[in-house]
């Protein structure tokens, strides 16, 4: 059991504390790897396959000029590629070159054992109980929304 001198966090402001904390540990891994924090997490949303575009706007949440920057960048550093789309000839999809496979599962393994260690001092059935109750708020958000909200690692 994880004990701490701290006064016990709020609902909110523990939620609030924790996506401050992941989003550092997203960063320090992201800098390791000499990457920005917005093409890490391209790079783990490509990770399972060619994305499109439209699709990568709403996972990370950027305006269609923003996202294209950050394409051309990540492509400048052969990251990247764009290919057409088979089914729609105007559009593209994007896909991770060798490089950007080898960075992105490099970025996903730094993330998740980074958070596996901060979690280590829960137990096994607090962890379980955190993972599911996340899951839940997420499956709620996506159920009233129709959007999955922020991009997952992966």
């Given at each position: ?130 993972g599911s109750a ?21």
């Open positions: 059991m994880v004990t701490t001198k701290e006064p016990v966090l709020g609902f909110t402001e523990a939620l609030v504390r924790l996506a401050h904390l992941v989003q550092q540990v997203f960063e320090e891994v992201a800098k390791e790897h000499d990457l920005t924090p917005q093409q890490a997490q391209l790079l783990c949303l490509l990770i399972d396959g060619p994305v499109g575009m439209t699709e990568l706007t709403r996972a990370l949440r950027l305006e269609k000029s923003s996202l294209t920057g950050l394409v051309d960048r990540a492509g400048k550093r052969g990251l990247v590629a764009r290919t057409r789309d088979s089914h729609d000839r105007r559009a593209c999809r994007i896909v991770l070159t060798p490089d950007g496979e080898r960075l992105g599962a490099l970025a996903h393994a730094g993330m998740a054992d980074r958070l596996e260690t901060l979690a280590s001092g829960l137990p096994r059935e607090q962890r379980d109980l955190l996340i899951a839940g708020i997420l499956a709620e958000h996506t159920a009233a929304t129709g959007s999955p909200g922020p991009p997952a690692d992966r």
